[in-house]
């Protein structure tokens, strides 16, 4: 019985699966790919993830399909010989390798740098930003500290305050920054994630886009409570937001008073400080 | 070789052992939960956590870290090293700190406002305020961010007579005593933590006694 064209069978194989799935992968899986749509910039990360699926999922079938297709059709009998014939080399598919994963990787790349440069992906972006988004801004400042994130509106007298609220469909800019130590700002639904770093301003953009809650946590290990540096935020409408921010200055009228002048960093005083 | 292999296998399976109870009795070792005093008739009046704070816990409540700032929690009549609270649920909550410690100074001045407590006020020495007069008097706080309380405990003046650097330390010792209520919620663990980096001589003041529990921090769990 003559020898099948493996390759040819193989690559109609694959062929046929990755039309299947990668359709699937993109309209049916990548809707519901984290981190969600809470922000323009969480949004931004969902088409990313799903791009990256729908890239990866050739690929991944290539080796599936290949591993199978091994198993079934170069199973060798009872009785067979051992070892077959040595394969030293074959330019033509080295080559086609080479090139198509180059291809990949280069072109994630210039797509990575390209959604970076829209407008900063949630990211932050040091104190002076290569991207920063057009029309008005609501700063809010992050201040990292052991063990605990806390938020001034510059705004709105400077308050601080134990929790972050923020307007919906308005496009925030954060200050990041810390007291102490290396924190790390999170807040996963809204697709924002900028180190918190001593004596550094951090600045991150991101834009609400649905009323929610959403989480906020410390992404670097930073002691012995960074597992419990995690709260909850939420986006607001305008109005409610409006009237939140009134009853926080309200509230805390009186470590006001006691607080710096707003700053993008503090450098607290060493000279009354342990350490 | 088939003892030999049998001896090896004995041996490494000693290891591993000695190796897991170490690890374990480390991670395991905290100090006991220490129950709120309850308050009225069968605690219908809520319960009482009564605090002290000292400069230097001493070699009698921590042979291994005498020269640790820490709190001290009041049981059976008389004060023990532990920051391991248990509170009733849905209650009200006294607290009463007794603090020998000197002034620190807040990283963070807005700690220097009690929050989440009764009136969102605070008793020092018999006044009742919402606020230091200044971050920089504060010693230590008792925070527990889960409940949304922080409580700033002011510092014992450097010219003050009669301090104590060292536990056990009386009430004829110079002290700023600090009292406030909260009201828990549903049952739960929390932590708790100084807001001040105390811990003298450590990384941002906020190693050694900050971050061990049974000196500057630890849960408080509502039952």
């Keep these: 019985m003559s020898e099948p064209n493996h390759a040819r069978r193989l690559g109609a194989i694959w062929l046929v699966a990755t039309l299947i799935a990668t359709p699937l992968v993109i309209f049916v899986l990548g809707p519901v790919l984290p981190p969600g749509n809470g922000s323009e910039q969480a949004s931004g990360h969902v088409t990313d993830n799903t791009v990256l699926m729908a890239v990866m999922t050739p690929v991944l079938l290539l080796l599936i399909v290949y591993f199978v297709y091994a198993l079934v059709a170069f199973r060798q009998e009872p009785g067979g010989i051992l070892e077959g014939p040595a394969i030293r080399g074959n330019a033509r598919v080295q080559i086609a390798w080479i090139v198509v994963t180059s291809a990949i990787v280069l072109s994630l790349a210039a797509y990575g740098t390209a959604r970076l440069l829209e407008d900063g992906a949630g990211s932050g972006g040091g104190s002076s930003p290569v991207v920063v988004p057009a029309g008005p801004k609501l700063q809010v400042q992050v201040i990292g500290q052991q063990w605990a994130f806390t938020y001034r509106y510059p705004s709105y007298g400077g308050v601080e305050t134990p929790h972050l609220v923020l307007p919906v469909g308005q496009m925030v800019e954060l200050h990041v920054t810390s007291l102490d130590v290396v924190h790390s700002f999170w807040a996963y639904q809204l697709g924002v994630k900028a180190d918190a770093n001593p004596g550094q301003d951090n600045i991150a953009f991101v834009k609400p886009t649905e009323l929610e809650s959403f989480s906020v946590r410390c992404s670097e290990l930073c002691g012995l409570w960074h597992g419990y540096m995690f709260d909850h935020g939420n986006v607001v409408s305008a109005a409610d937001f409006k009237s939140w921010i009134a009853q926080q200055r309200v509230k805390f009228a009186p470590s006001q008073k006691l607080l710096p002048p707003y700053s993008t960093t503090y450098i607290p005083e060493p000279a009354r400080r342990a350490g | ?223």
Aim: aromatic share 10%.
């Design chain 2, 1 to 223: 070789m088939g003892k030999r292999l049998v001896v090896i296998c004995a041996a490494v399976a000693l290891v591993v052992a000695l190796i897991a109870l170490y690890i374990s009795s480390w991670v395991t070792v905290v100090p006991p939960s220490v129950d709120a005093a309850s308050v009225g008739p069968g605690g219908s009046g809520g319960a009482q956590l009564t605090l002290q704070t000292v400069a230097a816990v001493g070699p009698r409540l921590s042979s291994s870290r005498p020269h640790w700032v820490s709190y001290l929690v009041y049981r059976n009549g008389k004060w023990e090293r532990s920051t391991n609270f248990t509170l009733p649920a849905n209650s009200l909550v006294r607290v009463t700190v007794y603090n020998y410690d000197g002034e620190s100074g807040l990283r963070n001045p807005y700690f220097s406002q009690p929050q989440g407590t009764t009136g969102g006020t605070e008793v020092v020495d018999g006044k009742t305020v919402r606020a230091l007069d200044s971050p920089d008097y504060a010693s230590h706080t008792f925070a527990i961010p889960g409940l949304g309380i922080f409580v700033p405990i002011p510092g014992v003046k450097d010219d003050a007579k009669n301090p104590c650097d060292t536990a056990p330390c009386a009430l004829s010792n110079a002290h700023r005593t600090v009292t406030f209520s909260f009201r828990t919620g549903g049952k739960g663990r929390f932590r708790w933590q100084c807001f001040v980096p105390c811990a003298a001589g450590t990384i941002t003041g906020f190693g050694g006694a900050m971050q061990t529990i049974g000196y500057m921090d630890g849960f408080v769990k509502v039952v």
